[in-house]
Structure formats: C-alpha cells, structure tokens
C-alpha cells in the first residue's frame, strides 16, 4: 500500500500515532505492538514480585533484578536485529 501524503501538509495525527515510530525502528505496527505487550508483562511480572518481595522478603529476592535484565537484554537484541538500529535510543521499545 502506497502512503500518500498531501505536500502542503506533514502526515496526519494517525500516521504519527499508530506508524511514525515504529517504522523509525524498522518495525511495522503489529510487530513493535506485541513487543510492547511482551515487555509490558513482564515488567508489571517484576513490579508485582518487587511488591510482595517488600512484605515478604524472602520471596523473590532476585525475581524483579533478573526480570529487568532479561528485558533488557531482550530489547537490545532486538535493536541489533533492526533494520533501522542507528534510530533506537536506550530506552525504545
């Protein structure tokens, strides 16, 4: 599908909301959205392990640390795998 795009005018709201970003990344909308959902889960995964960690402490003691470094290392492989790696920042989904 060919975008077409008026050349008094910059591309609309719904083009900078739903494609701009994750096509500055090299990824289409379904592909950066189930990103986005994979790591959104396991990060509240951490969140709610780091909250019963605070009133159980010998519970997850090391589940909300390997949790983020996984994600971590899970976004920049991602990164590496781009097509477009040079336009990620340190914190792009």
């Not at 289409?28 to 709610?48: C, D, E, M, N």
């Not at 392990?49 to 971590?72: Q, S």
Request: charged share 15%; glycine share 10%; proline share 5%.
């Amino acid at each position: 599908m060919e975008e077409h795009i008026r050349p008094d005018r910059s591309p609309g709201v719904i083009h900078r909301l739903f494609v701009s970003h994750p096509q500055s990344l090299g990824m289409s909308w379904s592909t950066h959205g189930a990103g986005a959902v994979k790591i959104g889960f396991q990060l509240i995964g951490a969140g709610l392990a780091a909250l019963f960690h605070a009133v159980v402490p010998g519970c997850f003691t090391e589940t909300a640390g390997r949790t983020v470094t996984k994600t971590y290392n899970y976004i920049q492989k991602t990164r590496a795998a781009s097509s477009k790696p040079e336009n990620w920042s340190d914190y792009d989904i």
